[in-house]
């Protein structure tokens, strides 16, 4: 099954300023870039994003495509394959048999 995904390339830091001018404290921000790959495990999540819905896949990131993400990050499942989220309104077609089996997961192949 092939989803379309979001995935970081690049981690900034910004210090956002206050209405007086007066720094605020460092926070970090991650540039995304979306991929179209393999998925190996679709799962709910356990509390549902009413802006913009999704789901939890298990996707296959090409080697050339993983200098963004840090290598000691808690979503690499295994080598190759980091779990993050499939947005429904960009994977409705792709998505369909598995929000209408009522599952809350599904392995879809490896």
Known sequence: MRCLIRIPTDTRWRTPR?????RYA????Q???ALETRVYRLARPTVQNTARP???VDAWIPE???SGIPVLDDAWVRAGVYRTRAFIDDNKKTL?????SGLDEME???
């Open 54 to 56: 999704f789901v939890w």
């Open 31 to 33: 540039l995304t870039a």
């Open 26 to 29: 460092v926070e970090p921000f």
């Open 64 to 66: 050339d495509r993983r």
């Open 96 to 100: 369909a048999p598995f929000l209408e």
């Open 108 to 110: 879809v192949g490896d």
């Open 18 to 22: 206050g209405r007086n001018g007066k």
